[in-house]
């Protein structure tokens, strides 16, 4: 089992920066595309960056230009750094993974429990 779990979330002025970051765990796995992700009370889940095992990124046009994401394959952790944060941005941000164990090619992927971003006004 690999497990993802979230941490840097909280409550921030607008205007402000947050990190957040996402630390994987387990036996014999290897990361392959990861992505941060939100989902706001009522809305649905959206994508907002992803990152691939090489570091090719992609971002939402609502936050390009202001959040970066990052990957330490050393640590098997990503990173999402917010700037210029506004209040539209607050929900809960989840990453994602997807990986495979060992020498199999099964593609299989996992959630984190998510960390809460509030941006006041």
């Known amino acids: 089992q690999v497990h993802l779990v979230e941490s840097g979330g909280g409550l921030v002025q607008a205007g402000g920066s947050l990190r957040l970051s996402c630390a994987a765990s387990g036996n014999s796995f290897r990361l392959l595309n990861m992505s941060w992700n939100r989902q706001a009370p009522g809305k649905q889940r959206e994508i907002v960056a992803v990152?691939?095992?090489?570091?090719?990124?992609n971002y939402a046009d609502s936050v390009r230009g202001r959040f970066t994401i990052s990957r330490d394959n050393a640590k098997n952790t990503i990173y999402l750094g917010m700037n210029n944060l506004k209040p539209e941005d607050s929900a809960v941000y989840s990453c994602?993974?997807?990986?495979?164990?060992?020498?199999?090619?099964?593609?299989?992927?996992?959630w984190g429990q998510g960390t809460q971003v509030t941006v006041s006004t």
């Open positions: 994602y993974a997807a990986f495979q164990y060992g020498d199999s090619r099964l593609l299989r992927d996992t």
């Open positions: 990152i691939s095992n090489g570091g090719v990124t």
